[in-house]
């Protein structure tokens, strides 16, 4: 009898492990989430990237900056692609996102193009993760397998994202307590800095996403700041080259309100393409924005800065690993959230 009763009781410890397992397995991201489900998702939203930056090329930075945005809010969920309603505020006009992220349409277009080859399967979290990563490619930068499964959120998070993001005027301690903050060392930090301010310029990097509301309605040209975000840093800090402080400032007068809008760019040397430059700049004092210069400003992150404008080929494989990395940010999973039908509202 008691033989009897181990065996049930092995049997079913046997059983829960198993329904544990599959259910901790299903939770997990996969680069072959969808090869049966939708086996055409990755060639279908690199056609529609494809279209989108031959047609304008800033608009490949402006998708990377929307997955940025996404992830540092409460995780890569879709979030900020929900739209505002009469009952619903999302997080499109907290003060990183107002009259800046772009590239709402184009996911939208991705999605209904999507939808035609497998109805109800592939969520716009994922769809905004693939095209970030081929925006990064078909601009000239590197590859990597994206992994998906992601589900989509049902709410959005203003406060979140009014807070969560690094401002351009943040201390290099600030920085890295935002990014640790999302699981990311500083190591993935500057590499995304190089990609995100030079998602702005182009060259896609982080500091893009760090420069709060660097591309203006009216006003969005790849690769350029407003003056108001950088004028503080070519009048008053001293760690920048005369010359190009003073090839800056011939655009940006010192008097707050007059030219603020006027622009310059974040890479003068390769606006459009992305590669190691950004970090070129630092080290010769031309980082255009508070938040980039302070990477190398004898701080912890001035032998990474060196290490990537010496070594581009470091740079980009440690880029495509922290663009892995910054897509693994709080997914849901499972039974969590939905599959939109719609990118901009939920079911």
């Known amino acids: 009898m008691a033989s009897s009763s181990s065996s049930s009781v092995a049997a079913i410890s046997m059983v829960a492990f198993l329904v544990l397992f599959m259910g901790s397995s299903s939770a997990q991201l996969s680069t072959s989430y969808y090869s049966k489900s939708c086996p055409k998702v990755l060639t279908t939203v690199k056609s529609a990237v494809q279209s989108a930056v031959s047609k304008e090329r800033r608009m490949g930075a402006s998708l990377l900056r929307l997955f940025f945005h996404d992830c540092?809010?409460?995780?890569?969920?879709?979030?900020?692609?929900?739209?505002?309603?009469?009952?619903?505020?999302g997080e499109q006009t907290a003060g990183p996102n107002n009259n800046s992220i772009r590239g709402l349409n184009v996911v939208d277009?991705?999605?209904?193009?999507?939808?035609?080859?497998?109805?109800?399967?592939?969520?716009?979290?994922?769809?905004?993760?693939?095209?970030a990563r081929d925006s990064v490619t078909i601009l000239g930068g590197p590859s990597w397998d994206v992994k998906l499964g992601r589900r989509d959120s049902k709410t959005a998070s203003l406060s979140a994202a009014n807070s969560n993001i690094p401002a351009p005027t943040s201390s290099l301690s600030t920085l890295i307590s935002r990014f640790q903050a999302q699981g990311l060392s500083a190591n993935d930090m500057v590499a995304l800095s190089g990609?995100?301010?030079?998602?702005?310029?182009?060259?896609?990097?982080?500091?893009?996403?760090?420069?709060?509301?660097?591309?203006?309605?009216?006003?969005?040209?790849?690769?350029?700041?407003?003056?108001?975000?950088?004028?503080?840093?070519?009048?008053?800090?001293?760690?920048?080259?005369?010359?190009?402080?003073?090839n800056r400032q011939g655009s940006c007068p010192k008097t707050s309100g007059s030219g603020d809008n006027n622009l310059a760019p974040l890479d003068v040397q390769t606006p459009t393409g992305f590669d190691n430059d950004y970090y070129k700049n630092l080290i010769n004092q031309k980082g255009l924005l508070h938040s980039d210069q302070i990477l190398f400003n004898g701080g912890s992150t001035d032998s990474l800065v060196k290490k990537y404008s010496n070594n581009p080929k470091t740079f980009n494989s440690d880029f495509?690993?922290?663009?892995?990395?910054?897509?693994?940010?709080?997914?849901?999973?499972?039974?969590?959230?939905?599959?939109?039908?719609?990118?901009?509202?939920v079911n």
């Open 72 to 89: 540092f809010v409460n995780g890569c969920d879709g979030s900020i692609l929900l739209d505002d309603t009469s009952s619903f505020t």
């Open 109 to 131: 277009n991705i999605k209904s193009n999507v939808e035609k080859e497998c109805p109800g399967v592939v969520s716009c979290a994922d769809i905004l993760a693939i095209a």
């Open 195 to 246: 990609t995100l301010s030079l998602s702005l310029s182009l060259s896609l990097s982080l500091s893009l996403s760090l420069t709060y509301g660097l591309m203006e309605t009216g006003a969005h040209t790849i690769g350029q700041a407003r003056c108001t975000t950088f004028r503080t840093r070519i009048y008053n800090e001293t760690n920048i080259d005369s010359s190009f402080a003073k």
């Open 320 to 345: 495509a690993a922290a663009m892995i990395k910054m897509g693994d940010i709080k997914p849901l999973t499972g039974s969590n959230g939905e599959i939109r039908k719609k990118c901009g509202k």
